[in-house]
Each structure stands twice: as structure tokens, then as C-alpha cells.
């Protein structure tokens, strides 16, 4: 059994910062491409950003600039930090790695539960 933990999530002012964790946890060899994505109300989800295992990122135009994904490999964590903070970055922010290797198979698509980030004065 595999599963992505977010955390760091909250209410913040507007040009403010927060910073997110998504921790994987199991009997995990290694984890391929992970990601954030993000909810809006009423909105369907899209990308943020996402990070290979060996480092290189992507970002979505929006958060180019104020974003940023890193990955601890050792830890099998991914983090986001977010500055400059806008009212339509608020969302419920979601982990999602695209495998994750364990000894017994191989687990494609796991998302994690989901954090809010509310951006509001």
C-alpha cells in the first residue's frame, strides 16, 4: 500500500507565502514524476508544476515566477513553495506521483487527499 500525505496548507493575506509537503509512504524503491495539481471552485483540476526524479520542473504560465517544486528523493517528499501569494491561487492542492515502485508492483497514478490553500485579506 502506497499513499501521498499533503500538508502546509492555510489562510494567507494576499503576497504572502506557504509552503507544501506531499510525503509518500510504504515500502517504496523509488517514485517516477510527481506533481502538484490544483481545485478551484468550480473549476476542474489543472497542473502546477511537476518535477522528474532527476529535478527537472515545469511549471503551469500562472505560477511561473512564484512557484516552486523540489524533491527530496531520500525522503520521498515533494514540496512546493509558493510566493506572492494571489486570491486566484486559492484551491484545494493535490500531490500526485506518476509511479511509484515497490518490491511487490509498480503503482500508477496516486494522488494524494488534498490541502487547502485559501488566498484572502
Known amino acids: 500500500q502506497v499513499q501521498l500525505v499533503e500538508s502546509g496548507g492555510g489562510l494567507v493575506l494576499p503576497g504572502e507565502s506557504l509552503r507544501l509537503s506531499c510525503a509518500a509512504s510504504?515500502?517504496?524503491?523509488?517514485?517516477?514524476?510527481m506533481g502538484w495539481y490544483r481545485q478551484a471552485p468550480g473549476k476542474q483540476r489543472e497542473l502546477v508544476a511537476t518535477?522528474?526524479?532527476?529535478?527537472?520542473?515545469n511549471y503551469t504560465d500562472s505560477v511561473k515566477g512564484r512557484f516552486t517544486i523540489s524533491r527530496d528523493n531520500a525522503k520521498n517528499t515533494v514540496y512546493l513553495q509558493m510566493n506572492s501569494l494571489k486570491p486566484e491561487d486559492t484551491a484545494v492542492y493535490y500531490c500526485?506521483?506518476?509511479?511509484?515502485?515497490?518490491?511487490?508492483?509498480?503503482?500508477?497514478?496516486?494522488w494524494g487527499q488534498g490541502t487547502l490553500v485559501t488566498v484572502s485579506s
Open positions: 510504504g515500502r517504496i524503491l523509488a517514485i517516477g514524476a
Open positions: 518535477i522528474t526524479g532527476g529535478g527537472s520542473a
Open positions: 500526485n506521483a506518476d509511479r511509484v515502485f515497490t518490491l511487490a508492483k509498480t503503482y500508477l497514478g496516486v
